[in-house]
């Protein structure tokens, strides 16, 4: 069973930049959710997807970021404009929704220089 | 509010030794309680998961044990081995995971041979 894929790897942008950031989750994992990870620190929820709509983006700096899951299968998570503060690994997991238990992605490592 | 509280930050441990992380969570509401380990480079893996049914879960050398009315639950790590040597998060959810997770800050163990 193929895991979750995300893409790309690394990403070094600018302040003021956009940036976006895919993720393909487990076949039939209807919940799909989006993490940031700050070097040292555990991840932090940014928003939830049930299918192709949202159940929690309730930490999600919506000024700059956005996120949308079309067809509810893949999804893409955008920054823009970004901030130095923006630099982390973006994490995407799915789940089946019912078990609890979430897959992860490698993540996507973001530079903000 | 961190509400999932974890200790310690960093653990050296002897190989064949025990390896205990504890943590501590606020919110009643959570009732799903996952362990991930991740390696530099790499996403959350999901290790162990309990529910508060039940107030120990065994698998092979991964144990957690949960006090309810403490709102604490541990991993501990029988016979640890070099390889075991990653950050380890511990997590709670809500709806019985199908909620987004909130981790703990990390722990970083290191299995000295």
């Known amino acids: 069973e193929a895991g979750v894929a995300q893409s790309p790897r690394y990403k070094i942008i600018e302040k003021r930049q956009s940036v976006a950031f895919w993720c393909n989750p487990i076949s039939g994992h209807a919940t799909l959710y989006w993490y940031q990870q700050i070097l040292g620190q555990g991840p932090k929820l940014l928003i939830q997807?049930?299918?192709?709509?949202?159940?929690?983006d309730s930490q999600l700096p919506k000024d700059r970021f956005s996120a949308e899951r079309l067809k509810g299968v893949d999804s893409t998570l955008k920054i823009q404009p970004a901030k130095l503060e923006d630099s982390a690994v973006y994490l995407c997991a799915s789940s089946l929704g019912r078990t609890g238990a979430a897959f992860f992605g490698q993540g996507t490592r973001l530079t903000v220089v | 509010q961190q509400q999932v509280k974890q200790s310690p930050q960093s653990l050296i441990v002897q190989k064949g030794g025990i390896s205990i992380i504890n943590c501590a969570y606020e919110n009643t509401a959570f009732d799903y309680f996952p362990w991930y380990q991740q390696f530099p480079g790499k996403g959350p893996a999901l290790l162990i998961a309990i529910r508060p049914d039940v107030s120990e879960k065994k698998e092979g050398r991964f144990t957690i044990s949960f006090n309810k009315s403490a709102k604490q639950f541990s991993l501990h790590i029988m016979d640890s081995q070099p390889g075991d040597s990653a950050t380890y998060f511990c997590a709670a959810s809500r709806r019985g995971g199908a909620d987004g997770l909130t981790f703990g800050k990390g722990t970083h163990l290191i299995i000295q041979p």
């Open positions: 997807f049930q299918n192709n709509g949202v159940v929690d």
